[in-house]
């Protein structure tokens, strides 16, 4: 009990400090363009109390939850895919492992050329930095099955679907969950990218307009909400996943 | 005799030759051992009889017939338990039967009185990782007896399970393989282990394996555990072997 109580200490202490440093710093006469925490604070109060965030927030989830949804159906779908049989394998991971080293603030201009400024772009700047996780976890996920498990199958006159469905796939599904939680922190980065690069929309918007005003501390909210935002939705799925799959 | 090995060859894509013009024969009901220094080849050639990995030369009959693949007369008892991470100890031993589509109720009824006998009982709902290694193999034991077959087939079972546990338990198997009437072909590197179980003991020379002697101890099996160990055919036995291994280690 005392060790939890240790362990909550310490990580308040760990959030007194950023925020009392925040402030600090602010507070410093350096830049005018950087608030104090206190004032981004209650900048972001009034873009809660006026509802600005909230508008903001339904536009900038749309593309995130289209994108990490395609993903989780047709990336998890491939992975599983490319670990059951060699030549779907030998298809595509070349393309998946190209899609993971390659900088995608650089490729993402390219997809406005193809697919305009609107929803279309977005939902593939998602895609294209969540998917290749997805996809690798799952197909690792396929691929790393215990050996023994399989001969145990095997041993016992399983067929090639029982095997599949009794034991690969349960055995994969802790990593395919680690994967989509890793593609939607990749999600969060791209749709963060794709509002600042393509058009200005939603939380994007928030952020330009309100730089393009000096109104620094509501760039600054909106910023710090979309960090929090990313960072409590990715912890409470990591929890999830550590019930779920001890 | 109900398993035969004949002229069985294996060598592994990597050129490793495992096992090289291995001929036996196992009688029915009685405990054999495979044993010999490792990289001797004795697990593959299990899994050979197992039908779980291809020979490239020579068959393997099971009651006279040829066989190419696992069958519903053989049971493997994996070295590394081979549970599922996932599912209760219920579950995993009745699950050689769940794939071979019994009904749930049917097959975990089976599943219990196994899980009784290996003297797990209480423990049904437990999963894998709750359980001591011994334990775990009492498990990989269990789910190979619901089965119901014939010959069980075990690879280094005790490897994992610490000295003490591994005494009561293998004084457990001689009860229970033994009421059960069962074929057993058994994996070792352990010459006490070997001396103390089988009725046959089979010793395999290392790279490539072949087999080196067959010993028949003739240890009275109605003695208790303790009178086995300070059996003078025990002793012997355990003599004789350690005197044709040596030259291999």
Redesign the interface.
Known sequence: MTGTYGQRAWQLASFVLFFGLWELAGRWPVSAAFPPFSRTAVALWQMIADGSLLKAYLITLQPLALGIALCAVAGIGFGIGMGLSRSVEWLSLPIFIILQAAPMAAIIPLITYIYGIGLTSKVLAVIMLAAPVIVMNSYKGIRNT?P??L?????????RR?EIV??VL??AAGLIFTGLRLGLAMGFIGIVIAELLITPTGIGDLITYNSSIADYPKMFAAIASIVALAAISLHLLERLERRWF? | MIVEVKNVAKTYENGVEALRDVNLAFPQGQLSTLLGPSGCGKTTLLKIIAGLIPRNAGEVLVKGKPVDGPGPERAFVFQDFALLPWASVLRNVAFGLELRGMEREKREEVARRYIAEVGLKGFEHRHPSQLSGGMRQRVGLARALTVDADIILMDEPFSSVDEQTRRKFQEDLLDLLRHHRKTVIFVTHSIEEAAYLSDQIVLLSPRPGTVSRVVNPNVDRNKTPDEIRRDRAYLDTVDEIWGILRQYV
């Not at chain 1, 001969?151 to 067929?159: D, K, V, Y």
């Open positions: 215990h023994s498990l001969q145990m199958c095997r041993s016992f006159q399983g067929t029982q009794k034991i349960p055995h001890p």
